[in-house]
């Protein structure tokens, strides 16, 4: 009884922080989904409706029939895309970085570590703005590139995808960087020295060895980009312009100028799911690989 | 050998070596006429900026087929020298050459040689089998060949029917065995290893070192052992260098440097030994300090002071007066099989005397009883200082 009532005043805590901070702002969001729209914003809280969704996938034509409308799947598929690139991007960039930092001598690694997360300490908005300057035509990279007689015109990069991947590459690379490194600088050396004792050259160290050792890294590291890439608001706002609107955008707009709520709650929900049902089958295929006899 | 109690260490050196002349025999007199496999001329290695000196003009002929070992105390440079075969390391100065060949400038990757790592380095990721088949893999042999070498090997190690275990799942001396086939599948032309039985228990140990030799003699590789346990290194090697700061003190067969080391050292760090300063009187006669005249059978250096070294086992007791060196007992040891007599001779000179108990347990001696000691000129070196 004692015991009972102990383990409860000890689980409150954790209950109370998951329950309060996560269970419930999701409850309520899936909640808002399937709500009424208000007629000025907001929602009206007691009738509900499925409009949400259909919205997602059908619009109405004129003579109020329901006909499928591939838009917000079209900025779906265009966000995953965006984040996947990303994803690819920010690996190539941050695993060779993260295995420079890991062989240098320790006290040198630690000033780099330091250095990857200084982005950190200015605001992410100041931070894409400086990509504005960097990519826009007549700025900085246009005009080096100009002068060295290596594209026509302009470079017109500002306002499209890849500005969007440039932006979410830097934004996120410490994030790719630091789960990378970690793996890395605790592998131990003698592996790799192994390795080599047994004949392998440093590309065969370095793909039977050093790879399958850091995957660890690697996998977090990509879900730690890929997730928030997805949603990811900023980059897009600013740098891609609004032919190349992702979901984070979207689902902003439905709760500032569309005054549509229960629309937004219900992109974030399908988005939300989207991003389980990808880790799910993630940790179900590390799952049978760790079975693996 | 199922002694009901651990043998002392120091006793059991001294069996070792007294044995060692009947068992190595054989293989003694074929690695006489073998040829040279590693050799290093003149090895100079220092790191941090030149700061610390671990190898200084190191020269070490290697033979073919033989269990050479590397016996020093830790930062002595014998793991340095096997790294710098192996290829991790680079010298200063000085050359190796394999069967006559020199290896400077090749990566590791690229030097028929195969290493054993103190902490086993058995790749986490891959199976029994796959660690193995690894270094075959490199070398791009056929894929019906490296399945049957690695059973071979599994096999030589005593491991089937793990092929498919994980690192992860095996014991540490099961590991060890891994590293072995390994290291062993690639034929290498030299086999180094690397303290490989520093990590596992007592036991195994002891077992791990039988088990090394029997695979020595099984596959005729030459093995490179590196080791800080004199006992260990007794007991496998056909020959031993004894290392100290990145020198090479003694080569030689354990009996060789167990009954005539070469340096005081080495006499000090080989088993137990009394160690007795003395001045030249005269061909094979020398004074102690305390005034007191020892004989000895071989003439010595011509130098005037000297190192007298005398095992313990070799000392006797006997009764006062006479020939016999008069001295007090402090301490008297039962160790099981011996009865260490620490006493004090004339002028205050510690000294050790081992009796074994070969007529079961007496103490007709006891703490505080005046004693004789007897030295047998033939039971004495002498070593310059």
């Known amino acids: 009884m004692m015991g009972a009532l102990r383990r409860a005043g000890l689980l409150a805590p954790s209950v109370l922080t998951i329950g309060v901070l996560l269970i419930l702002p999701l409850g309520l969001m899936a909640f808002v989904s399937t709500l009424e729209r208000g007629p000025t914003g907001g929602v009206i809280w007691n009738q509900h409706t499925a409009d949400a969704y259909v919205q997602f996938l059908f619009e109405?034509?004129?003579?109020?029939?329901?006909?499928?409308?591939?838009?917000?799947?079209?900025?779906?598929?265009?966000?995953?895309?965006?984040?996947?690139?990303?994803?690819?991007v920010t690996l190539a960039v941050a695993f060779p970085m993260a295995l420079w930092m890991a062989f240098q001598p320790p006290r040198r690694r630690l000033l780099l570590v330091f250095i990857v997360t200084v982005p950190f300490w200015t605001n992410i908005l100041v931070r894409n703005y400086a990509w504005i300057l960097l990519l826009r035509n007549d700025g900085v990279i246009d005009w080096v590139l100009a002068r060295l007689g290596l594209t026509g015109e302009h470079i017109n990069v500002l306002y499209t995808p890849l500005?969007?991947?440039?932006?979410?590459?830097?934004?996120?690379?410490?994030?790719?960087?630091?789960?990378?490194?970690?793996?890395?600088?605790?592998?131990?050396?003698?592996?790799?020295?192994?390795?080599?004792?047994?004949?392998?050259?440093?590309?065969?160290?370095?793909?039977?060895?050093?790879?399958?050792?850091?995957?660890?890294?690697?996998?977090?590291?990509?879900?730690?980009?890929?997730?928030?890439g997805l949603g990811a608001f900023i980059s897009p706002e600013l740098l891609g312009g609004a032919k190349s609107m992702m979901i984070g955008s979207l689902i902003q707009q439905q709760f500032g100028q569309s005054r549509n709520w229960p629309f937004g709650a219900a992109l974030s929900f399908v988005l939300l799911v989207l991003v389980l049902m990808a880790l799910a089958a993630h940790a179900a295929r590390y799952r049978r690989k760790e079975a693996r006899p | 050998?199922?002694?009901?109690?651990?043998?002392?260490?120091?006793?059991?050196?001294?069996?070792?070596?007294?044995?060692?002349?009947?068992?190595?025999?054989?293989?003694?007199?074929?690695?006489?006429?073998?040829?040279?496999?590693?050799?290093?001329?003149?090895?100079?290695?220092?790191?941090?900026?030149?700061?610390?000196?671990?190898?200084?003009?190191?020269?070490?002929?290697?033979?073919?087929?033989?269990?050479?070992?590397?016996?020093?105390?830790?930062?002595?440079?014998?793991?340095?020298?096997?790294?710098?075969?192996?290829?991790?390391?680079?010298q200063d100065s000085g050359t190796i050459l394999l069967?006559?060949?020199?290896?400077?400038?090749?990566?590791?990757?690229?030097?028929?040689?195969?290493?054993?790592?103190?902490?086993?380095?058995?790749?986490?990721?891959?199976?029994?089998?796959?660690?193995?088949?690894?270094?075959?893999?490199?070398?791009?042999?056929?894929?019906?060949?490296?399945?049957?070498?690695?059973k071979e090997m599994l096999a030589l190690v005593k491991l089937e029917g793990l092929e498919s275990r994980k690192p992860a799942q095996l014991s540490g001396?099961?590991?060890?065995?891994?590293?072995?086939?390994?290291?062993l599948a690639n034929k290498p032309r030299v086999l180094l290893l690397d303290e490989p039985l520093s990590a596992l228990d007592l036991k195994l140990r002891t077992e791990m070192q039988l088990e090394l030799k029997r695979l020595q003699h099984e596959v005729g590789i030459t093995f490179v052992f590196v080791t800080h346990d004199q006992h260990e290194a007794l007991?496998?090697?056909?020959?031993?260098?004894?290392?100290?700061?990145?020198?090479?003190?003694?080569?030689?067969?354990?009996?060789?440097?167990?009954?005539?080391?070469?340096?005081?050292?080495?006499?000090?760090?080989?088993?137990?030994?009394?160690?007795?300063?003395?001045?030249?009187?005269?061909?094979?006669?020398?004074?102690?300090?305390?005034?007191?005249?020892?004989?000895?059978?071989?003439p010595g250096p011509p130098e005037a002071s000297v190192t007298l070294v005398i095992r313990p086992e070799r000392a006797l007791l006997a009764p006062v007066g006479g020939s016999a060196l008069s001295a007090r007992v402090e301490q008297v040891v039962y160790v099981g099989s011996d009865t260490i007599y620490l006493v004090v001779l004339e002028g205050g000179l510690r000294f050790r005397v081992r009796e074994q108990n070969r007529d079961g347990p007496r103490s007709r001696v006891r703490a505080g009883d005046p004693v004789g000691i007897v030295m047998p000129p033939a039971a004495i070196r002498v070593l310059a200082q």
């Open chain 1, 60 to 88: 109405r034509d004129l003579t109020d029939r329901l006909v499928i409308n591939t838009d917000y799947l079209h900025i779906f598929g265009r966000s995953i895309v965006v984040a996947a690139i990303t994803t690819a």
């Open chain 1, 163 to 228: 500005a969007t991947t440039i932006g979410l590459t830097y934004s996120f690379l410490p994030y790719m960087v630091l789960p990378i490194y970690v793996s890395l600088e605790k592998l131990d050396r003698r592996l790799i020295e192994a390795a080599f004792d047994l004949g392998a050259n440093r590309w065969h160290a370095f793909r039977r060895v050093i790879l399958p050792l850091s995957m660890p890294g690697v996998v977090g590291g990509a879900i730690l980009v890929f997730v928030p």
């Open chain 2, 1 to 90: 050998m199922s002694a009901p109690q651990p043998m002392p260490r120091h006793l059991e050196v001294a069996r070792i070596a007294a044995m060692k002349p009947d068992i190595a025999a054989a293989p003694g007199a074929a690695v006489r006429t073998a040829t040279i496999a590693v050799d290093c001329r003149n090895i100079t290695k220092t790191f941090g900026a030149g700061a610390v000196r671990a190898l200084d003009g190191v020269s070490l002929a290697i033979r073919s087929n033989e269990f050479f070992t590397l016996l020093g105390p830790s930062g002595c440079g014998k793991t340095t020298l096997l790294r710098l075969i192996a290829g991790f390391e680079t």
């Open chain 2, 99 to 150: 069967d006559g060949k020199p290896l400077d400038g090749l990566p590791p990757y690229r030097r028929p040689v195969n290493t054993v790592f103190q902490s086993y380095a058995v790749f986490p990721h891959l199976t029994v089998a796959e660690n193995v088949a690894f270094g075959l893999e490199m070398q791009r042999r056929p894929r019906a060949e490296i399945a049957s070498r690695v």
């Open chain 2, 173 to 183: 001396g099961q590991q060890q065995r891994v590293a072995l086939a390994r290291a």
């Open chain 2, 235 to 298: 007991t496998m090697s056909d020959r031993i260098a004894v290392m100290r700061a990145g020198h090479v003190l003694q080569v030689g067969t354990p009996e060789e440097i167990y009954e005539h080391p070469t340096a005081r050292f080495v006499a000090d760090f080989i088993g137990e030994t009394n160690l007795l300063d003395a001045t030249r009187i005269g061909t094979a006669r020398y004074r102690l300090a305390s005034g007191v005249e020892i004989e000895t059978a071989e």
